[in-house]
């Protein structure tokens, strides 16, 4: 039966075998070139057996790849078809469960007892050869306390008085001592072998550690004590050699030493171009066989290539001890326990990697040194330790069959959800889940009732925000309609406002009233706090600016009664007649009408001038705001200070009057904290930077002069939110 290439292509999509997203295509090219460059090799190979070798590195290139992105796909398949259901997904987490904590545990018991055996084994070569340093140190201390002793009483320090130590001690029988009392020798020196040891210039105290001296390892100690206008230097030195690492490897196992560019003190490191084997694990004997005259040592010779190029190779100079037996199945020999030894160049004293000593030996062997000390406690530990694990194979059991019975639980109460997210995706959040349990997939249940309930409290608590946000909206429309949108400028006076909110609404104030044909109301305010509270006292403070400053109040110059307070704390003030308004009268009158109408945390900084036109003059107080400052033309600022407190914070309050002459060009700058407080990693935008910006562009028009403040203000803040209302008044005399 033969298949169009529609119905093919149709049948492979049902059963999930067409390659359909980019990955799968990816796979499918890169397959096809791999094979197709395969072809082509073969072919060219049928001609010249070398031809298509050069394809050879693109096939297994390309192979890999699209077997990469094959096993991703068929991972993806199998995810897609077996995981889809939620039973298949727990069972595949029962065997991760219940398998791999087990495979987990039984590998790090494996890791445990090889890796950090093998370490330990290291351990203990290197201890035994500190120990062994340790012992030569305090050998060599002795002595030099004893020859600083007679050198001290001014006897000859002769080596007949320290012969009794190779009576005491066989192991002087391989040291060699030397002393030194200034750069002088001692006779001691030949008699202890220790005439070929040079003095060290790198040593002013002691030391003690693995040397290389003329190619050969020796552990060294010296001791360099002063005595009367002089040093006394001793040194004592023992053959690092096949012997001395033998009675290390004696209750150990096999050591293997290779150097690396040394030679091991001993008769076969001498023979040049000898060669060596190293005895088999099983040897009993644990010494490696030779053709030299030593048996037991193999050397390590230079080998010269073939191209000219000189190479050190690291072999085994000399193997000593044997792999003990075996004590059960699982007492395995222990690999890659090795490390390396730092060994200190005589003539310089700086520290080398030279020799490196490899480690065979068995697990039981080390546990009989660590337990050494415990006797027949170290059964009861393997009994311990066999129960700990029975243990937890029960709990392994228990937790496999706990959650194979919870299986049909699990899968009920995610039923249950998927059934409630429907009903939430068609909009209708009246839905419960009916809860009869009181494990977690019943609080997972009531969370999900309480979600849908709060869903639906939130829609409403949306809807009353909307509601909330109109009417604000319109509130900023009305209080825009508060700040002066045309300004009636004198001919002597240029006059510029502009208030950005930090919010919604603004808790800034400004405004120009126009008193006569030649007298101008400047006001700039700032209220506290922020949002609505803070509009709502500013439209108090425009309304009440403007009620008191209309052309029809009897004027003022001094307040004969500002005011007198009722029992109904109104304010009944007279004016005489012919007497200008005050700005210092009128902060009175509001700093009372606030103080009455408004809770005692809420009050106002507020600044009044009045510029007549014909004089140049501008009569102001200032209840508490920021001073204005006047920039001249040369540069020069004034400040405006005159005044008193704050508005509406206390009662009876009374504001100084201060006057100023405006010269033409001379520009007034009045502004809110919002414009100078802003704060980045450079600290406040700060009053300076504010003055040398107007100051800088004072020529310009009043309103591109405030565009480049809060540009600057802007630029300063950064990507941070506003902190505050930004309000700033400028006025220019001409």
Not at 73 to 91: E, T, Y
Not at 381 to 405: D, N, P, Q
Not at 431 to 457: G, W, Y
Request: glycine share 8%; aromatic share 8%.
């Amino acid at each position: 039966m033969q298949w169009s290439y529609p119905e093919l292509r149709l049948r492979l999509i049902k059963a999930g075998l067409w390659p359909e997203g980019r990955m799968a295509r990816l796979a499918c090219y890169l397959a096809a070139m791999a094979t197709v460059l395969f072809a082509l090799q073969q072919f060219l190979r049928l001609f010249v057996p070398t031809w298509g070798d050069h394809l050879g590195g693109w096939i297994d290139f390309l192979a890999f790849l699209a077997i990469v992105l094959f096993c991703i796909l068929a991972f993806r398949w199998l995810k897609r078809r077996v995981l889809w259901r939620l039973r298949n997904r727990l069972i595949v987490t029962y065997v991760f469960i219940g398998v791999i904590p087990a495979v987990l545990l039984v590998a790090m018991a494996l890791i445990t007892l090889y890796g950090l055996a093998g370490q330990f084994a290291v351990f203990v070569v290197t201890s035994e050869i500190d120990s062994q340093l340790r012992s030569l140190e305090a050998a060599n201390a002795a002595v030099c306390n004893e020859l600083a002793a007679r050198l001290e009483r001014g006897d000859n320090p002769a080596s007949e008085s320290l012969a009794g130590l190779r009576k005491r001690d066989p192991a002087w029988s391989r040291r060699q001592v030397c002393a030194w009392y200034g750069d002088k020798p001692l006779p001691m020196c030949n008699e202890f072998k220790g005439s070929s040891l040079t003095i060290p210039r790198f040593v002013q105290g002691r030391f003690r550690d693995v040397v290389r001296d003329g190619g050969s390892l020796y552990l060294r100690a010296v001791t360099s004590v002063p005595v009367r206008s002089n040093r006394l230097t001793v040194v004592t030195s023992e053959p690092f050699d096949k012997e001395l690492v033998g009675t290390i490897a004696a209750d150990l196992g096999e050591i293997t030493v290779f150097p690396s560019g040394v030679m091991i003190n001993g008769p076969a490191a001498k023979t040049a171009g000898s060669s060596a084997s190293v005895t088999p694990s099983g040897n009993s004997s644990g010494v490696a066989s030779s053709n030299l005259p030593s048996p037991a040592v193999q050397t390590t010779q230079p080998v010269s290539k073939p191209s000219g190029s000189q190479t050190r190779a690291s072999q085994s100079t000399f193997t000593v001890g044997s792999v003990p037996f075996p004590a059960g199945n699982f007492d395995l020999e222990i690999p890659l326990a090795g490390t390396s030894l730092s060994a200190v160049d005589w003539n310089t004293g700086k520290p080398e990697r030279m020799v490196l000593v490899r480690v065979r030996t068995r697990p039981s062997t080390l546990y009989s040194h660590l337990f050494a000390a415990l006797g027949e406690f170290v059964q009861g530990v393997a009994y311990i330790l066999l129960g700990v694990g029975i243990f937890f194979a029960i709990i392994e059991l228990i937790a496999l069959i706990i959650g194979t019975r919870m299986t049909r639980t699990v899968t009920a109460a995610v039923a249950q959800l998927h059934q409630a997210t429907k009903h939430v995706d068609r909009g209708d959040f009246s839905h419960r889940i009916p809860v009869s349990s009181s494990d977690q997939l019943a609080d997972l249940a009531i969370s999900f009732n309480s979600m849908t309930a709060s869903i639906e409290k939130l829609i409403l608590e949306q809807k009353e925000k909307q509601r909330l946000e109109n009417e604000l909206a319109i509130a900023q429309e009305v209080q825009s309609q508060l700040f002066p949108r045309q300004v009636s400028e004198l001919e002597s006076l240029e006059v510029h406002g502009f208030c950005r909110p930090a919010r919604t609404v603004s808790g800034d104030y400004y405004d120009f009233l126009t008193a006569s044909s030649h007298k101008l109301i400047l006001a700039v305010g700032d209220i506290s706090g922020k949002g609505i509270s803070a509009a709502l006292l500013m439209a108090t403070i425009h309304s009440a600016v403007r009620a008191y400053s209309v052309e029809s109040l009897p004027q003022m110059r001094e307040p004969v009664a500002v005011g007198a307070v009722a029992g109904s704390g109104r304010i009944m003030a007279s004016w005489p007649e012919g007497v200008e308004v005050s700005p210092g009268a009128l902060l009175g009158l509001l700093n009372h009408q606030l103080y009455e109408s408004t809770p005692p945390e809420k009050y106002a900084t507020l600044f009044l001038g009045i510029y007549d036109g014909r004089s140049h003059h501008l009569t102001y107080s200032n209840g508490g705001h920021l001073p204005p400052i006047l920039i001249s033309k040369d540069g020069t600022i004034r400040r405006l200070e005159a005044g008193g407190t704050v508005v509406g914070l206390f009662d009876n309050m009374t504001y100084e009057e201060g006057a100023v002459e405006m010269h033409p060009g001379e520009i007034l700058l009045a502004y809110s904290d919002g414009v100078t407080e802003p704060e980045n990693d450079f600290g406040e935008f700060g009053e300076h930077r504010l003055i040398d910006l107007v100051r800088d562009n004072r020529d310009l028009p009043l309103p591109q002069i405030s565009q480049i403040v809060t540009m600057a203000v802007d630029d300063w803040i950064g990507d941070n939110e506003q902190p505050d209302d930004v309000t700033l008044v400028l006025a220019r005399a001409r």
